[in-house]
Structures are given as C-alpha cells and as structure tokens.
C-alpha cells in the first residue's frame, strides 16, 4: 500500500469556480477525514467519513463545500462559487476505527483561487 | 476542543534539547499527539500519549502531559538538523470524530 493519495495536487481556478478534489485512503482504513490548513496555521478539521457515512461536519464548512464518500473507499471533495479565501492546502486523512486513531495524511491538494 | 495553542518559533543548537510545548482546552480529550511536518511533505505522526497517562518516552523523544493544566510538551533529545520542521500538538475527542490540530512550532537547529 502506498499510503493516502490525493489529486490533483495543484489547482488553479477563478473565482466563481467549481472545483472537486479526490482522496483515496489506505485500503483498510475505515474512517476519513478531511482538513484545511493556510499558512502559518495548523489543519483545520472539516468534515469525518465512517465507512460512507459522513459522521461529523465542522460549522467552518460553508454550504458551498460537499463532500462525499460513496462507497466508503475514495472520498470527494466539492468547493462551489469558490473564493479567494477558500486559497489553502486542502489535506485527506485515513486511519482504522480503534486504536489510538493514528491518521496517516496524503500530500494535500494545494487550492489557489484567483 | 478547538483551542489548542503552541508557540510559533524555537531555535536549539545541535546536540541540545529541544522542548516544544501545547496547551490546550478541552479536558474530555482522548489521545494527544505529536505530528511532524517537513517542506512539501505531509503530516507524520512521532508519537502519541493517551489522556490517562503523565508520560511516555520513545527513542529521543519523551511526552509529558499535565492534565490539570491542560499541557503537552514534546521534548527531543539530541536534536540534530534533520529534526528541523513545523512540529504540531493534536488532540482527539473519545468518539475520534474531531481532531484539533495546534498552531504549530517552527523548529530551526542550528549546526
């Protein structure tokens, strides 16, 4: 297994713009996560898959973010109107159910709204 | 559970100690953990301390959480160049639906 992916890994839009993102977690992980993290800040938490179902959403996440776990693998991302503050690294996280909630975190997707 | 505070910049010289501190808000937090981030890589976790305990040691590195004033430090020994990145305390609720993140300390050892 070569860990959490995510595409693309750059994005450039215009505002106004709908853009999706994709993460696909380690095989066997159960639950996802998503984040968003500006410079000079830590990762913001914005939304939590169990398996498909979407567990816990973050108040910082807009009508205008969707995100979407259809079959409890791969996980969508959706911005729409996007804005020029929605410019950030957009991070994907899997871990197992149990444990000590280890997430293992892809490369992030670094969004530039212009 | 959202506030989770660290200082922003530490400098150590090679070979000395480094000691990274967090406080944070929430007292019903599960786990506490440590992540390394390095340029243009992602998030990695170092080490990992779970509420019931004062201290954990794994290699160089040593946690000590005091749950009474809501303070986590990461103290790595014999710090080397290679330790230089953004270090970033976390927490978890017991359910592991929400994961707070600290504002991250910058550590830059000096050669």
């Known amino acids: 297994d070569t860990g959490v992916s995510q595409n693309p890994r750059h994005k450039i839009t215009k505002r106004g713009q709908n853009v999706t993102f994709r993460c696909d977690p380690i095989?066997?992980?159960?639950?996802l996560y998503w984040y968003r993290q500006t410079l000079g800040q830590g990762p913001e938490f914005l939304t939590y898959f169990q398996n498909e179902a979407q567990l816990e959403k973050s108040r910082l996440l807009s009508d205008r973010f969707s995100a979407e776990r259809p079959k409890g693998s791969f996980s969508t991302l959706e911005i729409q109107r996007t804005e020029q503050g929605d410019s950030a690294m957009y991070l994907c996280?899997?871990?197992?159910?149990?444990?000590?909630?280890?997430?293992?975190f892809g490369p992030g997707t670094r969004l530039t709204v212009l | 559970g959202e506030d989770v505070e660290q200082s922003l910049f530490l400098s150590v010289r090679e070979g000395d100690s480094s000691v990274i501190n967090c406080t944070y808000t929430d007292s019903s937090s599960t786990y506490l953990y440590w992540y390394k981030q390095e340029p243009g890589a992602g998030l990695q976790l170092l080490t990992y301390?779970?509420?019931?305990?004062d201290m954990k040691q794994d290699q160089r590195l040593t946690v000590l959480l005091n749950k009474k004033d809501k303070h986590l430090s990461l103290r790595i020994a014999d710090t080397q160049t290679g330790d230089s990145a953004i270090y970033f305390c976390a927490e978890s609720m017991v359910s592991g639906n929400q994961f707070y993140f600290g504002t991250g300390t910058s550590l830059t050892v000096i050669p």
């Open positions: 301390i779970f509420s019931n305990m």
């Open positions: 095989s066997e992980h159960n639950r």
């Open positions: 996280a899997s871990s197992r159910q149990g444990g000590y909630n280890e997430q293992f």
